[in-house]
């Protein structure tokens, strides 16, 4: 290299400046001859005029000292080493001519070397070379003991090396005379090829000198144990018979140690324990020995996700030799097991020990197991098993006695399911759309246990703010056998020591915190979490203080049980039965990845399967058949305490008002001063802003706002159409506010509204599916058969009035079964009309007669008093 820059530089000089630089000349043969002695022996000599010297860089060079030229040695040639060697080479003794000849002939057959003795030698062209593998082990400098493959190739029989150096090898035949061989490389590198695309690669020279001048190939360590025991398993159990198949020869030697055995007999065997676990075990047998499959499976799970499998697990059983296992037939089988070990410790004799939750996976195993092996256990755990798959056998119960309602076949199922659920001790999510009645079949079923006997102690319900009245007031509709103690409002500190004596015990999300001594005090027979999904959030206070709470039962009550992702379905699965989808890593490694990063089909399924014995969920369409044509459903909330003070101050005043002019006037006379005063009390319950008074103004919280804006989420997720009916015009811009701000898309008509067409088209295209509405705009007239739900947000006195908006979407030509909504405020004017209605049926009329100014008021002094008079 040096002397190439020396010659481009024009000033590179033979001893001395003064003649002409040397210049560069093309290449030049170097012509070599044998010369012989006296003695009849043979030398090795240039044959070069005096005046042409051999310059041994690399590459060598010959310099003319005549024309002052330079010439690189012509291809082939020998390296300038070799060069050095044969000219420093000893004499060679005539009688080792011949020998020495062939020799030279096979170490360097490509080399422009005459032999000191003509050799004879036939060529060999144009043959197909045949790949040889022979698979042994050896030490390597390491003083490790290396598995390694060495690659050869067959011309016609004759076995040359695969480091070839040129086209052409010389081999020696049988009867001494000599081959010279012309190679396919292409073919060999292919065949090299071959090797390397199977994870091998080429073992380097310094860690076997036999690799120098061999093509040695060994299975490098990568990031597990497995990784080179999956190399060797594929290529001795599947791709040797391939190879040979395509004319390779492989030879295993002795020194080569690897096994890889496939198992004579698969057992699976599961037994009770105590307290509601079982154990499983997992057993093989290898040539007349038993190994437990449980402990060498584990390994290989830690280092494997599901959906990476190889074709074939190659675990270890002992330094050399292992478990050849089939993914491919097996698969459904590993699902299951790895979704069983879950982080589980294995006990000393290789068994899982396993809560009874996980008693599903043994039908799993059964179904999927297709005779590859034997699985045994107790009959009574089998039967388990089944129900958890397929809720076959699951007995039908009678309700309780004295329960006022009758049960949808739909609800008796799911109190079917609440007693097989209590009976096993399992956790469960009852997430029946809303409205389909899970407070009702949580009451009968706990109604039952209490008069079964089982009931051992209070049932702990935790409720959103919102849902408490809706519980004491179905408990006492439905379920007056059942005592019912509501810690609510300051006065609840006094109440704490009667929790032992009652049935049901209600409590919301927001309260836990600060009762939380009193509450984990106690120990339950039931805990149920309605609106279950607030626990969402693992780490939130109160899903870490539910979890705390100590109980026999455990459930979950929700439509959505899932809002946003599915770790919410996690964290409440968490707390009902802790462990039985793992640890939350292990969660997220198995299922919720796969499913929402990559969209997996078979982790989705696999997941809907696991938990579908412990999640009972119907929809409204599902059901439909057994739905009356149109349910009503009441949702009350209690008044902010803001709102709640100004509603008083207005009762207070309002109700001196209304006795001073009844004294005065006489009752037929003062019925625009009632209407008036009912009329206040009415829109402080809606929204203190629809009101007109100065200290109305500012107030701006609005419970019940607030409620259809947590309402109306949750049914529009179900796929509902929803018309939302007010009386006031002033309230359906707040809610359309509320709406903007939200994001939901509505179409309005007031009386105010330019375009009706349009905005009912909007609603019946199904360009929007919220559709608010004023009373007197759309309370009668409209065909809205597309909308199967109906919210009244501000009931009216006369049912007329309501039945009226609700006829908007129950009528002829609906084909879904319509829910009303009814929203109430506690402890108000709204909640006394309503108790009235159910009491007084002339009662509203007597209010609608009066409205319409027709023949005055239909109520008794008695009527009026009680409205608006403090509870």
């Not at 105590?274 to 499983?280: H, L």
């Not at 109440?495 to 106690?522: A, G, M």
């Not at 793992?582 to 809907?608: C, M, Q, V, W």
Request: with cysteine; proline share 5%; aromatic share 10%.
């Amino acid at each position: 290299l040096a002397l190439s820059h020396m010659l481009k530089t024009r000033r590179l000089y033979w001893h001395t400046n003064d003649q002409a630089p040397i210049s560069l000349e093309p290449p030049t043969a170097l012509s070599m001859a044998w010369q012989t002695t006296d003695k009849g022996d043979y030398t090795l000599k240039i044959e070069q005029p005096e005046h042409v010297v051999l310059i041994f860089t690399e590459p060598a060079f010959l310099l003319n000292t005549k024309t002052l030229t330079l010439s690189e040695l012509s291809q082939p040639c020998p390296s300038t080493e070799q060069l050095k060697k044969f000219l420093q080479a000893p004499v060679i003794p005539a009688e080792f001519a011949e020998e020495f000849s062939q020799k030279l002939l096979l170490d360097y057959p490509n080399l422009p070397l005459p032999a000191p003795k003509p050799v004879q030698i036939k060529d060999l062209l144009d043959k197909q070379p045949r790949p040889q593998v022979t698979l042994f082990g050896t030490t390597v400098a390491t003083n490790q003991y290396l598995h390694v493959i060495k690659l050869r190739f067959y011309y016609d029989g004759y076995c040359l090396s695969g480091l070839p150096e040129t086209e052409f090898s010389v081999s020696k035949a049988q009867d001494g005379s000599m081959v010279r061989i012309q190679r396919d490389l292409l073919l060999e590198a292919t065949f090299a090829e071959t090797l390397l695309n199977l994870g091998f690669a080429r073992l380097p020279a310094n860690l076997l000198a036999l690799a120098g001048h061999e093509l040695i190939f060994y299975s490098p360590s990568e990031q597990t144990k497995f990784d080179s025991a999956k190399r060797w398993g594929h290529f001795l159990t599947d791709m040797r018979d391939k190879l040979e198949q395509h004319h390779w020869e492989v030879v295993i030697d002795d020194s080569f140690h690897l096994r890889f055995e496939q198992a004579d007999y698969w057992e699976a065997e599961f037994s009770e324990n105590e307290n509601n676990w079982f154990e499983m075990r997992f057993n093989i047998e290898i040539d007349g020995q038993s190994y437990a499959l449980l402990p060498l499976i584990t390994s290989v799970l830690e280092h494997y996700d599901l959906e990476n499998l190889p074709e074939h697990l190659y675990i270890p059983l002992n330094d050399h030799t292992y478990l050849n296992l089939p993914t491919g037939k097996l698969k459904p089988v590993i699902n299951v097991l790895y979704e069983m070990f879950n982080g589980n410790a294995l006990a000393q004799d290789g068994s899982l020990r396993l809560s009874l939750f996980h008693a599903a996976s043994i039908a799993d195993l059964e179904q999927h197991s297709y005779g590859l092996f034997a699985i045994k256990g107790s009959q009574q755990l089998r039967e388990l098993a089944q129900k958890l798959k397929d809720f076959s056998g699951i007995q039908t119960v009678q309700p309780p006695v004295n329960f006022h309602a009758e049960l949808r076949p739909y609800q008796q199922h799911g109190l079917n399911w609440l007693q097989f659920l209590r009976e096993y001790q399992f956790g469960g999510i009852l997430a029946d759309d809303m409205g389909l009645g899970k407070t009702i079949q949580t009451l009968s079923h706990l109604l039952l246990e209490k008069q079964s006997g089982r009931m051992q102690g209070p049932c702990l319900i935790i409720a959103p703010t919102s849902l408490m009245s809706n519980w004491r007031r179905e408990a006492q509709r439905f379920t007056p056998d059942l005592s019912v103690l509501v810690l609510q409002g300051v006065e609840r500190k006094q109440l704490f020591s009667e929790i032992k004596s009652h049935d049901l015990v209600l409590t919301t999300y927001p309260l836990l915190p600060r009762d939380e001594d009193n509450l984990l005090e106690q120990s339950y027979y039931y805990l149920i979490l309605d609106e279950a999904q607030t626990i969402k959030n693992p780490l939130a206070k109160a899903a870490q203080l539910v979890r705390q709470i100590k109980s026999t039962h455990r459930l979950c009550l929700t439509g959505t049980p899932m809002e946003n992702h599915l770790g919410e379905l996690w964290a409440q699965f968490d707390f009902l039965m802790p462990g039985f989808l793992g640890n939350l890593a292990h969660f997220k490694k198995l299922y919720r990845t796969p499913i929402e990063s990559y969209g997996d089909g078979d982790s989705r399924k696999r997941l809907a399967q696991r938990v579908a014995p412990f999640m009972l969920r119907r929809t409204k369409q599902e059901v439909a058949t057994e739905l009356p044509e149109k349910t009503e459903i009441i949702r009350s909330v209690p008044l902010y305490p803001k709102q709640a003070a100004l509603y008083e101050s207005i009762r207070i005043t309002m109700e001196q008002r209304v006795r001073d002019a009844i004294a005065q006037q006489g009752l037929s006379r003062s019925h625009i001063t009632i209407l008036d005063a009912l009329l206040k009390l009415r829109q402080t319950c809606c929204d203190p802003r629809t009101l007109s008074l100065k200290e109305a103004q500012k107030v701006k919280e609005s419970a019940k706002l607030d409620l259809l804006m947590e309402l109306l989420p949750e049914q529009l997720e179900e796929g509902r159409r929803i018309l939302v009916f007010s009386q006031f015009t002033r309230m359906i811009a707040l809610i359309e506010h509320e709406l903007t701000t939200a994001n939901i898309g509505y179409a309005k008509l007031t009386g105010q509204t330019k375009k009706r067409d349009d905005a009912i088209n909007a609603f019946k295209n199904g360009d929007v599916n919220v559709f608010l509405i004023s009373l007197k705009a759309g309370g009668v007239g409209l065909n809205l058969t597309e909308a199967d739900t109906v919210i009244i947000y501000d009931p009216w006195w006369n049912p007329a009035a309501e039945n009226q908006a609700a006829d908007r979407a129950y009528r002829i030509g609906q084909d879904k079964p319509v829910f009303v909504y009814k929203l109430i405020t506690e402890n108000t004017v709204e909640e006394k009309i309503i108790s009235m209605q159910e009491k007084k049926k002339a009662l509203a009329q007597g209010i609608y007669q009066a409205e319409n100014h027709e023949n005055g008021l239909q109520l008794s002094a008695e009527d009026l008093t009680s409205l608006f008079e403090a509870n």
